[in-house]
């Protein structure tokens, strides 16, 4: 099945009419291309229209968002600092106790070697918390189910063991170092300071306000069915992790959450607009000049007008899907990708939908976000 529709019109197996459907067709087609998988949905927005193309799938249909899991912690980070229920500046040690601990027993005795006492929510967020990747063990955990669920078996429970294992080598905000293990400890603390589990915790504070009625950490409920080197693959399952990498969304969800970034929505309220716009917020400066904001990479373009405009973006991948998701506060524009195929070596799925979110913005006028 393939469906190309404007924003507000249905889609259905031929492409729709209207000036989005065929403004931004060539650019959905482009991505979809480059798809790794048999079932694929592209979105893309650009100066408040919409278009959305799906192949094997519905603009409902649930892929695994992998790693874009993450802008969605960021995000309850976000608004649960705004609530004041956290700080962005809180140290890790703070939220220990509630969080890991099964006794009384004393917190820095969870907190990693070295400057684990100087790691805060932030550092989490912007991936300069000094943790490595993976937490400690998880690897030798991990192999027997290398190719379909290598986090299956990584629980909650491992997660405290592994904090004392872990040696902090560089101080806390001295570099930008990927961490699935930084950004899902920071989804366990931020759900044990809402006083739930990081499911609902997102649901409640994000996912219902926002309207995005697809999106969740549920691996029981339908989704496509993912792929890797063409083979099907079980739904992924990340339980001591879940902030890293555990939701599943739609096509239709991803434009609802990247129309929201782009302009915050009143009806969502005061602090999930706040926060909105703190995701966006540069916090840290990379060498080469990209620069991190609460888990989004952000990146200054030259403008084909001879102005500038800065680009987020984010990637993601489990053992069955592909997923992408970018946009432009200067530019008004946005763009998501979605595939039930693996990430491989040689697959230009991301970089083709970075190329495509790229060339989409640096040719939109200069002007300043909205706010």
Same mark, same amino acid.
């Given at each position: ?6 924003? *507000? ?14 403004? =931004? ?19 893309? %927005? ?6 959305? =193309?799906? !192949? @094997? ?29 956290? $700080? ?14 099964? +006794? ?10 070295? +400057? ?13 918390? @000094?943790?490595?990747? %993976?937490?400690?063990?998880? #690897?030798? #955990?991990? %192999? ?13 429970? +491992? ?7 872990? &040696? ?26 809402? $006083? ?5 915790? =997102? ?25 890797? &080197? @063409? ?8 339980? *001591? =992790? ?5 939701? !599943? ?39 080469? *000049?990209?620069? #991190? ?23 993601? *991948?489990? &053992? ?50 909205? !706010?």
């Amino acid at each position: 099945m393939t469906a190309l529709a404007a924003a *507000g019109s249905g889609a259905g197996p031929e492409p729709g009419s209207g000036p989005a459907a065929s403004a =931004l067709g060539g650019i959905l087609e482009t991505t979809a291309t480059a798809a790794p998988g048999p079932a694929v949905a592209v979105v893309a %927005l650009r100066a408040g229209e919409s278009a959305t =193309l799906c !192949r @094997g799938a519905a603009p409902d249909t649930r892929f695994e968002l992998g790693s874009v899991t993450k802008t969605f912690t960021a995000l309850l980070l976000a608004d649960m600092a705004a609530r004041g229920e956290v $700080g962005l500046d809180d140290p890790i040690g703070a939220h220990l106790p509630r969080a890991l601990l099964p +006794h009384a027993l004393l917190p820095d005795a969870f907190l990693p070697e070295g +400057h684990g006492d100087r790691i805060t929510l932030t550092h989490l967020a912007t991936h300069t918390a @000094g943790l490595p990747r %993976l937490p400690p063990g998880l #690897m030798l #955990m991990a %192999l027997p189910r290398w190719y379909t669920n290598p986090y299956e078996t990584f629980t909650p429970d +491992h997660l405290l063991r592994a904090l004392p294992r872990t &040696r902090v080598r560089r101080p806390p905000g001295t570099r930008v170092r990927y961490s699935n293990f930084g950004v899902g400890l920071l989804g366990r603390l931020l759900a044990d300071a809402a $006083g739930t589990d990081y499911g609902d915790a =997102l649901a409640s504070r994000v996912l219902e306000p926002l309207g995005l009625e697809d999106t969740t950490c549920d691996p029981s409920l339908p989704q496509a069915t993912g792929h890797l &080197r @063409g083979r099907p693959r079980p739904p992924w399952l990340i339980p *001591g =992790l879940p902030g890293a990498g555990a939701l !599943r969304s739609s096509a239709r969800d991803l434009r609802r959450y990247l129309e929201a970034l782009l302009s915050p929505p009143p009806a969502v309220g005061e602090t999930l607009r706040t926060a909105l716009y703190e995701v966006t917020r540069p916090r840290v400066t990379e060498p080469g *000049g990209d620069r #991190m904001c609460l888990v989004w990479k952000r990146r200054t373009l030259p403008a084909d007008d001879g102005g500038t405009h800065d680009l987020l973006f984010h990637s993601g *991948g489990t &053992r069955g899907f592909t997923s992408f998701a970018g946009f432009s506060p200067t530019a008004r524009t946005a763009l998501a990708a979605l595939a039930n195929g693996s990430p491989t070596l040689r697959g230009t799925f991301i970089r083709t939908a970075y190329r495509v979110l790229r060339g989409l913005t640096v040719e939109t006028p200069s002007r300043r976000p909205a !706010r």
